[in-house]
């Protein structure tokens, strides 16, 4: 795409009018916030998740507030249910434009201890989902021969790592490379890749750290959790999805049409590589 003039207004380089944009993972947290935030811009919103009741109730909010958005139950993990996910998008509105891979789930254990299954199963949401949402957006926007930016998640686990971390910094780490590959391919086309290491942030995410075994909040232990990541944050306090949101929005808007291949890490100062 071509370089923005520095007086172009600030409204319309952040604009995202006329654009289409793909949501994976949208039903909560940061996908959920991306949703919202894309289509506040203008973005007309195709959202996929595995949990039906939650990306009926943030289509809602969203065409609630007058923007344009539906859904579509995706599993990440089947590469048909992704492209099954662009197509729609495709259908619904001509093009795509944006497409944020944001679904992704935990997975803790000893290095030595990690199982089969358990590798299998954080490796088929958090990378070959990924992957499949890049390919799935190539497919599109190669031939439609008007660029495009593509948005991986990775996580602030890449920088600082922790035992027990093992299969998911795995997972996360490897997003950073395939995001720096893609970009490396996907530049003559126009299309910019990035990824995105958000620092600690209150999501439904976290609640394994602070839930009892009966799946209850227990408040004394979510509020230690919050004080601990406020304390590893040079600015003082835990992230929230829209933090996350609208370092997606910067990237995926023309305010960065020089910005391909690159981590940006919404992480509050909790590491500086
Ligand atoms: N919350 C954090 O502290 C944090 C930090 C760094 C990175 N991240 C990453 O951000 C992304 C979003 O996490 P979040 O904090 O919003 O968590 P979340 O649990 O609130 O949301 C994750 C969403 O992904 C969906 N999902 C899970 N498996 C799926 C599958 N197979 N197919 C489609 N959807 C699926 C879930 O249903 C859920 O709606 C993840 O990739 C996560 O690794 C989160």
Known sequence: ????????????????????????GAA???????????AGAGA???LGDVDDAGLAAVAEQITGAGGTASARATDVTRRADVDAL???????????????????????????????????AVMAVNLKGVLYGCQAAMRVMV??????????????????????????????AAVTILTKTLASEAGQHGIR??????????????????????????????????RTASQYAKLGRIGTGADVAWSILYLVSDA??????????????????
Do not use: C
Not at 193 to 214: K, Q, R, Y
Not at 256 to 273: D, E, H, L
């Open 86 to 120: 662009v197509d729609q998008g495709v259908a619904e509105h001509g093009r795509l434009d944006i497409m944020a891979n944001v679904a992704g789930i935990a997975s803790r254990n000893l290095v030595v201890d990690i199982t089969d299954e358990q590798l299998d």
């Open 1 to 24: 795409m071509e370089a923005l003039s520095e007086s172009t207004p600030p409204s319309e380089a952040f604009s995202l009018e006329g654009r289409v944009a793909v949501v994976t």
């Open 193 to 226: 890749v990035n990824a995105v290491a958000p620092g600690t942030i209150l999501t439904d995410f976290s609640l394994p750290n602070f839930t009892d075994e009966d799946g209850r909040v227990d408040e004394q232990r979510k509020a230690a959790f919050t």
């Open 28 to 38: 909560s947290g940061i996908g959920r916030a991306t949703a919202v935030v894309l």
């Open 44 to 46: 007309r919103v195709v």
């Open 256 to 273: 960065a049409s020089f910005v391909t291949g690159q981590t940006m890490r919404p992480n509050g100062g909790t590491a500086m590589p």
């Open 143 to 172: 031939p439609q021969g008007t660029g495009g930016s593509i948005v991986n998640i990775a996580s602030g686990i890449i920088d600082q790592t922790a035992p027990t971390y093992g299969p998911y910094a795995m997972t996360k």
